[in-house]
Antibody, heavy 123, light 107 residues
Framework: QVQLVESGGGVVQPGRSLRLSCAAS????????MHWVRQAPGKGLEWVAV??????????AESVKGRFTISRDNSKNTVTLSVRVNSLKREDTAVYYC??????????????WGQGTLVSVSS | DIQMTQSPSTLSASVGDRVTITCRAS??????LAWYQQKPGKAPKLLIY???SLESGVPSRFSGSGSGTEFTLTISSLQPDDFATYYC?????????FGPGTKVDIK
């Protein structure tokens, strides 16, 4: 079955860099768009970024544009979200979910989700 | 960007009740609307896509309707497992966006 496992979260100081990873299994990874969605503590869901199945198209939420970078390695079935050095803000504190785009639509909704990884930006 | 709103923000109901949640988009999104259920400490789960299509494995008591700018999620007979927060999401265009959520709790 579809499995998405995020890693890389933890306590990070403001201004430091961050790299989150999502390992996918149970499906043909290279056929699907992949997304990151986040949820601040006690708040709603916020879409962060998407990468196309071949990695050539990427879109970002305005709140992270220029600071976050999404990438993927189809040979390793992984998708990564990186934050530039000196870019992390306290308001980036959230649970970050990796999600699979639903088949056949562009843009798309999210038909499978990981369990999430908590990022806490604090000095 | 497309803004999504939901009403009510909180809904108190009893097992067996018919429950309806409304979602509105700030501009037309055709039928590119999904509904998710989220329980505390868990990832969201897709219930409905393309406005009214039921995701595989989701009980038939869940249904979606609407197009354009106004959509509804209906639970025909609320079950104990349905107490959760529900979010709508538009995927008509980037930037993708969610509604603020509707919490369904026990009356």
């Amino acid at each position: 079955q579809v499995q998405l496992v995020e890693s890389g979260g933890g306590v990070v100081q403001p201004g430091r860099s961050l790299r989150l990873s999502c390992a996918a299994s149970g499906f043909a990874f290279s056929d699907y768009t992949m997304h990151w969605v986040r949820q601040a503590p006690g708040k709603g869901l916020e879409w962060v970024a998407v990468i196309s199945s071949d990695g050539n198209s990427k879109y970002y939420a305005e709140s992270v544009k220029g600071r976050f970078t999404i990438s993927r390695d189809n040979s390793k079935n992984t998708v990564t979200l990186s934050v530039r050095v000196n870019s992390l803000k306290r308001e980036d504190t959230a649970v970050y979910y990796c999600a699979r785009g639903s088949d056949g639509y562009n843009p798309d909704c999210f038909d499978s989700w990981g369990q999430g990884t908590l990022v806490s930006v604090s000095s | 960007d497309i803004q999504m709103t939901q009403s009510p923000s909180t809904l108190s109901a009893s097992v067996g009740d018919r429950v309806t949640i409304t979602c509105r988009a700030s501009q037309t999104i055709s039928s590119w609307l999904a509904w998710y259920q989220q329980k505390p400490g868990k990832a969201p789960k897709l219930l409905i896509y393309k406005g009214s299509s039921l995701e595989s494995g989701v009980p038939s008591r869940f249904s979606g309707s609407g197009s354009g700018t106004e959509f509804t999620l209906t639970i025909s007979s609320l079950q104990p497992d349905d107490f959760a927060t529900y979010y709508c999401q538009q995927y008509n265009s980037y930037s993708l966006s969610f509604g603020p959520g509707t919490k369904v709790d026990i009356k």
